[in-house]
């Protein structure tokens, strides 16, 4: 199982554009977006960054999702890409295996 977090924030470009504008295109990905719940990834949480975490990241956006495989993930990262989503955001991501506290701890020490 693969885990995928994005952290976004809006570009200018987002922001110029008209409400109505920002609806269709978010419309758009409606189906690109049932396409991938449909084929076994999984929205675990999307959400807005509380402006009150501490030492808070600078986005304002947030989506963990699971991934069956690494080859569903990166074919995931095209379709962000195609859609046109990195004019509209400024984003960062992490991903990978799913794994216990204890073997990441592990991995940590053993660095």
């Known amino acids: 199982m693969i885990t995928y977090i994005e952290l976004w924030k809006a ?4 922001i110029d554009l008209s409400k109505a504008e920002r609806g ?3 419309n758009a990905l ?3 977006i049932q396409h991938l719940l449909d084929s076994g990834v999984q929205i675990v949480s ?3 960054n ?3 975490t ?3 990241a600078d986005y304002d956006y947030f989506a963990v999702w699971t991934f069956p495989t690494i080859e569903a993930a990166h ?3 095209k379709m962000v890409e195609g859609a046109g989503w990195y004019n509209y955001f400024t984003q960062v991501n992490a991903m990978g295996t799913a794994a216990s506290p204890q073997h990441i701890i592990e991995t ?3 660095q």
């Open 50 to 52: 509380d402006a009150a």
């Open 24 to 26: 269709d295109y978010m």
């Open 75 to 77: 074919e995931f990262e």
């Open 54 to 56: 501490f030492s808070k």
């Open 46 to 48: 999307w959400g807005s």
């Open 30 to 32: 409606g189906p690109a």
């Open 108 to 110: 940590m020490i053993n």
């Open 11 to 14: 570009k200018q470009a987002w």
